[in-house]
C-alpha cells in the first residue's frame, strides 16, 4: 500500500480528499470554481502541491481531462461545481465510450437541499450515473478514503471508464477521525489488472491464424489502452499478418513499419486499406468495438458469412457483437497477446512465413493523394497539402488532436505516425464538437512536446473562450483551424447521401478568427496559398507559446474527403475525390 497510515488522524473532509489524491499519484486536476467547492479550494493552497488547471468551460476541463488520461495512461481528474455539473457530461459521455478512467467530483449544495429547490441542486447521482462505472456520494468523511480507492479501483480495472463522485458542500468542512489513509499502487496507472483470455480459446485462435491464407489483425483504441503496441507488432512479425487501425487505434505500431496497413473504415480508411481488408480471409480484432465508423456501418468486411472472425477484447459485451465468431476471447490485449506469443514460440519453433511487405502499396497510395493536385475552388488551400507538410515537420515527441469533421479526415489518413504509441487523438466514440481544443489542453499537460490542435469553425465557436487558457498556460500548442464557414460534414452527409441541400441549416457568417485569437495574445498566420504552409507551420512548432493559423478549406461536399460512402456518390456524379 502507498503511504499507509492506520493511526488516528481528525481531519475535514477537503484534506481527505486532496491526501487520497496525492497518494494516488495524482499532479494535475481540471477544473472550473463554484460557491460550493470553495471549501475544497481553501485546503488546497495550504496543503497540496497538486496543480489545478482552471479551464473557462467546464465541457473543456471535461474534455481536456479525457485526453491527458489518455496521453498519460493515468486515471485523471475533473472537478466542477454544482451550477455547472451538467457542462462536464460531453466530456464524461466520450471518456465512458472511450474507456478512459476519470475520477470527477462534481460539489454539490447539502444533501437534499435540491427537494427545497435550493439554487443548482439536481440529482447529480441520477444524472451520471448512466454514463460513469460507478456515481456515488460522499455523506461523511470517514468513508472518504474507502469511497476513494473504490474509485480509482473501479475506473482502471476491467474496461476502464469514468466515476463520479457527489461532494455536498458541508463535506469540505466537517471532520472525522481518519486511520485509513493509503492508496493500492495497482490503481495509480490502467489497466490496472490484465487477465489473460481463455487458454483453450487463444489455441483455437493460433490455429486459425496459422491456417488462414489472407489474415488481418485490426486493432481499436483498446490496443493502446492495453499499451499492447509492442506485442502486437511482435505477433504480426511472428505471422507476417498485416495490421490496421481504427481511427481511435492510430499508433497503434508504427505506420511505416511493412505489416501496418494504417487506418481503415469509414473515418480516415483509405481505399487502399479498405480493400485490403475487404479482401482477407481471417479478421482478427483487438481492442475494439467494431463500431460503426471502424467498419463503414458493417460493411467494410463484406458478407461476414465468407469470413473468419476472431475477436479478443477486455469487455465481454463487445465480443462477437456486429460479426459472427469462430473464436472470442474475453481479457486483457497484452497479456492475452504475450501468451499467445509465448505458446507459437514454444510450440512452433521452426515457424517461417512468407515475408509481407506494405510499404511499396502505402507509398502508392499516399503518393497518388499527395500527386492528384484537384483543383481547389476560389480562396481555399487543399487540406491534403497542410497534412503532407505537417507529417514531414512533426516531431516524433508531439501531439496531434483532431476531431469529427474536414478537421480528423485528412491527418487520420495522410498523417503517418513513426513511432508507436498514443499521439493522435481523437473523439471518435461520441463525437461531439467541440474536442480538439480542449483536448490540446489536457495534451499539453500531459506530454512535454508540442501540440497540434486540428478543428473547424464549426467547433471552435464552442471553445474560444479557452483560448485564455492555453495563453495562461505557457504551453507549445498550435491551433489549426479547417476553416470553410459551414458545419460541413453536416452539408456533405445531406448533400451526398439525402439530397438535401439546405445551407440555412448549415451555412453560418464569417468570423474575423484572427482578430479574435490576438486578443487572447495568440500569435497568428492565416496560410492563404500552398508556398506558404512550410513556414508558418515550421514557426509554430518551433514557438513555445501560443498559436493560431487559419486556413480556408473546401467544403466537403465540394471535395469529398475519405469516406467511402461519399466518394462512392462522387464516382457515380463525377465529383472530385480523395481514395
Avoid at 172 to 189: K, N, R, W
Avoid at 320 to 344: C, H, Q, T, W
Wanted: with cysteine; charged share 20%.
Amino acid at each position: 500500500m502507498t503511504g499507509t497510515n492506520t493511526s488516528l488522524t481528525t481531519m475535514n473532509g477537503a484534506q481527505v480528499i486532496l491526501k487520497m489524491l496525492e497518494l494516488h499519484g495524482v499532479r494535475h486536476v481540471f477544473g472550473l470554481p463554484g460557491e460550493t467547492t470553495i471549501g475544497w479550494y481553501k485546503h488546497w493552497q495550504e496543503n497540496s502541491d497538486i496543480e489545478y488547471i482552471l479551464t473557462r468551460d467546464e465541457r473543456t476541463a471535461s474534455f481536456a481531462a479525457e485526453a491527458y488520461a489518455k496521453i498519460t495512461g493515468r486515471p485523471s481528474v475533473l472537478e466542477a461545481p454544482s451550477p455547472g455539473v451538467t457542462h462536464c457530461s460531453p466530456g464524461i459521455t466520450e471518456a465512458y465510450l472511450s474507456s478512459v478512467p476519470v475520477i470527477y467530483f462534481s460539489s454539490d449544495i447539502p444533501i437534499n437541499q435540491d427537494k427545497k429547490h435550493g439554487l443548482t441542486g439536481v440529482d447529480q447521482t441520477a444524472l451520471y450515473a448512466s454514463i460513469c462505472k460507478e456515481s456515488f456520494v460522499l455523506t461523511n468523511v470517514k468513508e472518504i478514503p474507502f469511497l476513494m480507492r473504490r474509485a480509482f479501483r473501479v475506473a482502471t480495472s476491467g474496461k476502464p471508464g469514468p466515476v463520479h463522485i457527489r461532494v455536498p458542500i458541508n463535506i469540505f468542512h466537517d471532520e472525522a477521525e481518519i486511520s485509513d489513509l493509503y492508496a493500492d499502487p495497482d490503481y495509480q496507472v490502467y489497466p490496472a489488472h490484465r487477465p489473460v483470455a481463455d487458454h483453450g480459446r487463444i489455441r483455437k485462435a493460433i490455429d486459425i491464424l496459422l491456417a488462414a491464407k489472407k489474415p488481418v489483425i485490426v486493432c481499436g483504441q483498446g490496443a493502446l489502452i492495453s499499451q499492447a503496441s509492442d506485442v502486437v507488432q511482435k505477433l504480426a512479425e511472428l505471422l507476417q499478418i498485416p495490421v490496421g487501425t481504427t481511427t481511435p487505434g492510430k499508433g497503434t505500431i508504427p505506420e511505416t513499419h511493412p505489416l501496418s496497413l494504417r487506418v481503415i473504415g469509414a473515418r480516415g480508411g483509405m481505399e487502399h486499406s479498405n480493400r485490403y481488408v475487404y479482401e482477407a480471409d481471417t479478421v482478427f480484432f483487438v481492442g475494439t468495438n467494431t463500431d460503426s465508423s471502424g467498419t463503414d456501418h458493417w460493411k467494410l468486411y463484406g458478407d461476414p458469412a465468407g469470413k473468419t472472425f476472431l475477436h479478443l477484447d477486455i469487455a465481454e459485451a463487445h465480443v462477437g457483437n456486429n460479426f459472427p465468431l469462430k473464436v472470442g476471447m474475453v481479457g486483457d490485449a497484452r497479456a492475452s497477446l504475450e501468451y499467445m506469443i509465448e505458446l507459437i514460440e514454444r510450440e512452433h519453433p521452426k515457424l517461417k512465413r512468407e515475408p509481407v511487405d506494405l510499404n511499396p502499396m502505402k507509398r502508392t497510395a499516399l503518393d497518388a493523394v499527395f500527386n492528384s493536385n484537384i483543383p481547389m475552388p476560389d480562396g481555399v488551400v487543399s487540406p491534403v497539402k497542410l497534412t503532407q507538410v505537417l507529417d514531414r515537420l512533426l516531431p516524433d515527441e508531439a501531439v496531434v488532436t483532431a476531431e469529427p469533421g474536414v478537421s480528423a479526415i485528412f491527418p487520420s489518413a495522410l498523417l503517418t505516425l513513426r513511432t508507436a504509441g498514443r499521439r493522435y487523438i481523437t473523439n471518435y466514440s461520441m463525437g461531439s464538437l467541440g474536442y480538439s481544443v480542449p483536448a490540446g489542453i489536457g495534451a499539453s499537460f500531459a506530454n512535454d512536446g508540442p501540440v497540434i490542435s486540428f478543428t473547424g469553425d464549426g467547433s471552435l465557436a464552442f471553445v474560444l473562450g479557452d483560448f485564455e487558457t492555453i495563453r495562461r498556460s505557457g504551453k507549445n500548442v498550435t491551433v489549426i483551424l479547417t476553416r470553410n464557414d459551414t458545419y460541413g460534414w453536416i452539408r456533405g452527409e445531406a448533400v451526398l447521401l439525402d439530397d438535401v441541400d439546405v445551407p440555412w441549416t448549415t451555412d453560418f457568417g464569417a468570423v474575423d478568427y484572427l482578430k479574435v485569437a490576438e486578443g487572447f495574445g495568440f500569435r497568428t498566420a492565416r496560410i492563404t496559398c500552398e508556398d506558404e504552409i512550410e513556414t508558418i507551420l515550421k514557426s509554430a512548432i518551433e514557438h513555445q507559446g501560443a498559436d493560431f493559423i487559419e486556413i480556408m478549406v473546401p467544403s466537403q461536399d465540394k471535395i469529398i474527403p475519405f469516406v467511402p460512402a461519399w466518394v462512392r456518390v462522387a464516382k457515380e456524379r463525377n465529383l472530385p475525390y480523395y481514395s
